[in-house]
């Protein structure tokens, strides 16, 4: 709430990875709403729309980028929300960025534990999505896209020491946009 309480702009830009462009998706809705109560920005029922939200993803692993959820870690006991250090998810259609940049080249500087991990979460999204029992035919066919674009960089990851050429991190984003999808 204080970053909310301080923001008095026009629009948010997020830059980063999944958390940071899940926090700037709550910042958009508190700043729009000036609120300090953020129990009502986890049940959604916030008066006015979040400010106007760019994001720009640096990882490819959560998908944020192009996803309707924001998903933050609680960083003290809130009544109605959580527990200090827990986890809370918003999902919300106001929770998709305005616009989104997506360019593999953000990726470039990533260290290669950063390039693992990302992927990985990449595979669990895409996966878990799959395998619930609510999941759809689009849903489904976005899993279907991205699994084999993260498990083939996974593969070449465990099989090679260094970092993945251009190509291949274009695939591992590419992946994860689509998991975000599921």
């Known amino acids: 709430a204080y970053t909310a309480e301080i923001c008095r702009a026009e629009f948010v830009v997020g830059i980063g990875g999944g ?10 809705w508190l700043a729009a709403n000036r609120i300090e109560n953020v129990a009502g920005l986890f049940a959604g029922t916030l008066r006015r729309p979040p400010l106007p939200l760019v994001l720009i993803g640096t990882t490819a692993g959560t998908g944020s980028e192009v996803s309707a959820v924001s998903v933050l870690t609680l960083d003290s006991d809130l009544p109605g929300a959580g527990r ?5 998810s918003i999902t919300h ?3 998709y960025a305005r616009y989104a940049f997506a360019d593999p080249r953000y990726t470039a500087t990533m260290p ?3 390039t693992v991990s990302t992927a990985l979460d990449a595979l669990c999204h895409a996966a878990e999505g799959f395998l ?3 999941c759809g035919d689009v849903p489904a066919a976005f899993a279907e896209k991205a699994l084999p674009m993260v ?10 020491e260094g970092l ?3 190509a291949l991190r274009e695939t591992l ?3 994860s946009l689509w998991a975000g999808l599921v």
């Open 132 to 134: 619930s029992p609510t």
């Open 112 to 114: 290669r534990g950063t």
């Open 19 to 28: 958390s940071a462009m899940d926090a700037a998706k709550a910042t958009a």
């Open 151 to 160: 498990s083939g960089g996974l593969r070449w990851l465990a099989a090679h």
């Open 84 to 88: 200090a250090g827990s986890k809370k």
């Open 164 to 166: 993945p050429d251009a």
């Open 93 to 95: 259609p106001h929770c």
């Open 173 to 175: 984003l590419y992946g």
